[in-house]
């Protein structure tokens, strides 16, 4: 058998050769494939060149778009949402671009704008029957118009705005201001009633089912629960026995026997509206929510509050992120529902067991209080929603957001 040379390769059986690398003796060591790269010429980086034609994640969760319909009049942040009683078929929207928008859910077209607003609109409210709208700004100027004619028929100026509400079934309208005085109005006649509290914000306040008591929340921590009639306190809520800070939030159940209450101090309370006693107090261990400084964590505020019309159930929604459901009967925490970020507002479906949440990571979740499990999320804001409502089907979620960019939508 003849001696095969070293460069010689012997194949076996069906064994075919594609390819034959020489290599040489010496391998490149560190040093030499270091000077073969001291002659490549780079070139300045460009920011971003590397992610042309990629999205980040959190520009891809923006591209996300659940909604049926977009209302983009604003030009600035939109801080309230509000849809008529009657027919839900109406949308009122005020904004950071000191104007208050009137319309049509299906399409979004624009019935009429409420005019002549000096600061930013916080508050915008139809009436019991939806015939009126009232719109307040910041700076304390209100405004009433009628629906059909869309004409304002009344305007009043009070100082710095908390809040406003309508009575439940008259054309009386309410608002809270920052001195602590509670306005009470018949439009357009314009008789007016002024409920004087302490000397600081009337932060919250509502209109009991009954139509002839008032529950107002105040800076101070206190509860007080006024006669619309007569004038003067029923019940006061203070001191130990109240909240150690500032009221946030305040709702009644649909019997206006009790009153939850929130407040920056980490509490809600629940409250009998007939003895004036505080019947329990709500509160969780803080969760550092995404976004949230540290002083947020420590106070960790409540922002909402809500009951549930299906069942003995209460829900709290935390500045952490945590919303709490609540059984009233037995005062135990049912289920902790943890989100990214703050939550802003909550509300319960009129005839269920879900409630809907918006948070300050832009999301409306609607979550189900018997099992604690998020049902759905609807995405499509860019920063944070600020408040939302849900219609009396709760089949459209209106939420708004604030914006840095130009588009302010609804």
Known sequence: MENTSEDTVELHGDEEIVEVIDLNDAEQTPDDLAEELEDVEFE???AGAD??????????????????????????????????????????????????????????????????????????????????????DMSGLLKVWTVDTK???????VGDLEWLEWHPCAPVLLAGTADGNVWM???????CKTFQGPSCQATSGKILPDGKRVVV????????????????????????????????????NKDG?????????GQAKLINTNTGKVVCSFSVDSVKAKGSSAEDEESNSVESVGFCKALPLVAVA???GTLAVYDISTQALRHRCQHEAGIVHLQWEEASSLVATCSLDGVVRL???????????????????????????????QPHRSEPAQNHQV
């Not at 208050?100 to 019991?128: I, N, R």
């Not at 026997?257 to 101090?265: A, E, I, M, Q």
């Not at 209080?369 to 459209?396: C, K, M, P, Q």
């Open 151 to 157: 004409e304002e028929i009344w305007s009043f100026e």
């Open 257 to 265: 026997s009790l009153v939850l209450t929130g407040s920056v101090d």
């Open 51 to 136: 992610d042309e034609g990629w999205e980040t994640e959190d520009e891809m969760e923006a591209d996300v778009d659940d909604s049926e319909l977009t209302f983009s009049s604003h030009t600035g942040s939109v801080f309230c949402v509000s849809l008529d009683p009657q027919t839900n078929s109406l949308a009122v929207t005020g904004g950071e671009d000191d104007k208050a928008y009137v319309w049509t859910v299906s399409d979004g077209e624009v019935l009429f704008e409420c005019t002549g607003h000096k600061d930013s609109v916080t508050c915008a409210t139809f009436s019991h029957d939806s015939k009126l709208v009232a719109s307040g």
């Open 185 to 191: 109005w018949k439009v357009p006649g314009g008789d």
């Open 318 to 320: 935390y500045l952490d």
């Open 217 to 252: 929340g105040y800076e101070d921590g206190s509860v007080r629960l006024w006669d619309l009639k007569q004038g003067n306190t029923i019940h006061v809520i203070k001191g130990s026995d109240g909240h150690q800070g500032a009221l946030t939030c305040l709702d009644i």
């Open 44 to 46: 300045d980086a460009v």
């Open 367 to 397: 979550w189900d209080a018997r099992s604690g499990a998020v049902v759905s999320e609807y995405r499509g804001h860019a920063a944070e929603i600020l408040d939302f409502t849900l219609n009396r089907w709760a089949t459209t979620l």
